[in-house]
């Protein structure tokens, strides 16, 4: 069930009519509609998959009632690693099965063997990648004894499939969310107010930004070979801006839906294209996963407490198992390979933690040295997604090449107009909020109620008018 879809629009008021009015009194039967809720949420697309995310759940929470009673460190490790092997099992034989079959056939092509190969038709299951590492987080923190395991098998039910963010995160940690689910959650009109003002910024990102840089974006790649440089380097900011609309714009939604049903969860993204530096653009992007990474395998493999060539090598682990959680593509890989490419000067320099605060904080303009500084990790970043979006490394090569040639001092074949005042539309406003958890949280709070409801109306007219042209689901979908 996509967020920008007449199904949700009917979906989430009947489940907040049903939870605030009909089961307000009891929290069991709240977490009883939410796994309800969750699982034909999760169920519109593929009904077959639900086992999947039941047995995961099932077993994650088995085992960590497991970890409770067990101190003998052999076992604890046992316990561990079966979560370990059957959530990864999972996730490998759907996401990655043909992808290693497909390589392995053309390795040994490579010194003249041919074999056939036992390839399958496999569906992708929709957000196996994020529900996995949430319930995996549960199990390591229970074995590191940062986490009390949890007798309560309908709250652990509903925050492994909790229907706003179990498709397209944020992934959240048990920590945090899992508490959420044992206490009386109280409906308070403001937080309700604010998850809808952010869920209108989410469905203006993703209907009237992304989806409109998705049409022009899709275009050039497909034709890439027809365009000029110039035109090619206009359709990698696009997708830029398209991926970040439509994912960050998921995460608006996801997050402000939380909201109305009492729920606070983790800001996902914040205002990465502002960022000054490739350290500081992954500390804003895609927050949750970076920090996953972070916590469960960079700091194990013992971060930057360690020397030059060993904190160089995690570096380069934790980007390129991030490019390749993507997807199972050489395209993904080399994307965060690249990326670790980016990040090595700052490592060896030890400047990577220079920009820890807020670009122009209690500013309104940045510097003359801020804007080179974005305009360097903006494009660095646009050429990086090149391969994020290019159908195989082939094809990235091709259009790295078409950018750099001659045809870049051309003027682009393709300039929308109204796309690119939307545009600057749109970074003028994440500009003046890009202190706040979403781009208008406090914008006009203190002003007018007329001009508050004429902004607000004109951001519902842009949606209404943009809905129906060119919809696209949300990319994050196939991860």
């Known amino acids: 069930m996509l967020f920008n879809s007449l199904d949700f629009a009917i979906f989430?008021?009947?489940?907040?009519?049903?939870?605030?009015?009909?089961?307000?009194?009891?929290?069991?039967l709240q977490n009883v509609l939410l796994i309800l809720?969750?699982?034909?949420?999760?169920g519109w697309w593929d009904y077959r998959f639900l086992a999947l995310i039941i047995f995961s759940s099932l077993v994650d929470y088995a085992i960590g009632k497991k970890l409770?009673?067990?101190?003998?460190?052999?076992?604890?490790?046992?316990?561990?690693?079966?979560?370990?092997?059957?959530?990864?099992?999972?996730?490998?034989f759907f996401k990655y099965y043909n992808f290693f079959i497909d390589n392995f056939v053309e390795a040994f092509s490579f010194f003249g063997n041919k074999i056939q190969p036992n390839t399958l038709d496999i569906i992708l299951p929709v957000g196996?990648?994020?529900?996995?590492?949430?319930?995996?987080?549960?199990?390591?923190?229970?074995?590191?004894?940062?986490?009390?395991?949890?007798?309560?098998?309908?709250?652990?039910?509903?925050?492994?499939?909790?229907?706003?963010?179990?498709?397209?995160g944020p992934i959240e940690r048990a920590t945090n969310l899992l508490p959420q689910f044992y206490i009386k959650r109280v409906f308070h009109f403001s937080a309700a107010t604010d998850g809808c003002r952010q869920i209108l910024w989410g469905l203006f990102k993703k209907i009237v930004i992304a989806d409109q840089c998705a049409v022009y974006a899709n275009t050039i790649f497909n034709n890439s070979d027809s365009y000029s440089g110039s035109t090619l380097f206009v359709g990698a900011i696009f997708f830029a801006f398209q991926i970040y609309g439509d994912f960050s714009g998921y995460s608006d939604i996801a997050i402000g839906t939380s909201r109305l049903f009492g729920f606070s969860l983790k800001q996902n993204f914040?205002?990465?294209?502002?960022?000054?530096?490739?350290?500081?653009f992954w500390r804003r992007w895609h927050i949750s996963l970076s920090t996953w990474f972070r916590d469960y395998l960079y700091i194990p493999l013992g971060g930057s407490q360690v020397g030059t060539w060993k904190k160089i090598r995690n570096i380069f682990i934790i980007f390129i198992v991030s490019g390749f959680w993507h997807g199972a593509n050489w395209t993904f890989i080399f994307w965060g390979f690249l990326n670790a490419l980016y990040f090595l000067p700052l490592l060896i320099r030890k400047q990577n933690r220079n920009n820890l605060n807020i670009i122009a904080q209690n500013q309104n303009l940045p510097t003359f040295k801020e804007v080179f500084q974005m305009a360097i990790t903006f494009c660095l970043t646009t050429l990086a997604w090149v391969f994020f979006r290019a159908e195989n490394m082939a094809h990235a090569w091709d259009y790295?090449?078409?950018i750099f040639s001659f045809s870049f001092l051309s003027l682009p074949e393709v300039r929308p107009t109204n796309l690119l005042v939307l545009?600057?539309?749109?970074?003028?406003?994440?500009?003046?909020?890009?202190?706040?958890?979403?781009?208008?949280?406090?914008?006009?709070?203190?002003?007018?109620?007329?001009?508050?409801?004429?902004?607000?109306?004109?951001?519902?007219?842009?949606?209404?008018?943009?809905?129906?042209?060119?919809?696209?689901?949300?990319?994050?979908?196939?991860?």
């Open 400 to 402: 790295i090449k078409g």
């Open 68 to 92: 409770r009673n067990e101190e003998e460190p052999i076992k604890r490790k046992i316990l561990l690693w079966i979560s370990i092997l059957v959530n990864l099992g999972f996730l490998g």
């Open 12 to 28: 989430l008021p009947s489940v907040f009519i049903l939870y605030w009015f009909v089961f307000k009194r009891n929290i069991k």
């Open 128 to 168: 196996i990648s994020f529900y996995t590492f949430q319930t995996l987080s549960y199990t390591i923190d229970v074995y590191k004894k940062k986490l009390e395991p949890t007798d309560d098998v309908i709250s652990f039910l509903a925050f492994v499939s909790f229907f706003p963010q179990l498709v397209a």
């Open 270 to 280: 914040a205002f990465p294209y502002f960022s000054r530096d490739i350290a500081e």
């Open 423 to 479: 545009l600057v539309f749109f970074i003028i406003v994440e500009w003046i909020g890009r202190c706040q958890h979403y781009a208008i949280e406090v914008l006009l709070l203190k002003k007018p109620r007329l001009l508050k409801w004429i902004f607000y109306s004109f951001l519902m007219a842009l949606i209404f008018i943009f809905s129906g042209e060119s919809q696209q689901t949300f990319i994050y979908f196939q991860f």
């Open 37 to 42: 809720a969750s699982y034909v949420f999760y």
